[in-house]
């Protein structure tokens, strides 16, 4: 698959709630994972496992009441694409909305790398 292909998939999937099949069909075993800088503990996570448990964080701590996803901008072998959020963090009750901008590295034909900006 080409890049736009992938990032086409992984828009469709997003926007379709179905966060885990993107994982299976588009991700490779070696996929790094980083949150912002990856400097806090737990902000860097590679390969399937590392993804699976930061997932099962996610779900545990947020319910996802909305989620927008835009286009892909592609450049080569990497795409971006923008997150628009509204959440309640569910230890403190607290909802919110947040956007964040994802870039994503292809080797091969799959996702090796993902990289998330936002404001902390």
Partial sequence: MTTQEIADRLVASCRQGD????YQELYSPKIISIENDGTKEGARVEGFEGI???GEWWQENFEVHKTEVSDPIVADNWFSLRFEMDTTHKPSGQRSTMSEIAVYQIEDGKIV????FYDE
């Fill in 19 to 22: 966060f885990e099949k993107p």
């Fill in 52 to 54: 699976q448990q930061k």
């Fill in 113 to 116: 790398k993902e990289q998330f």
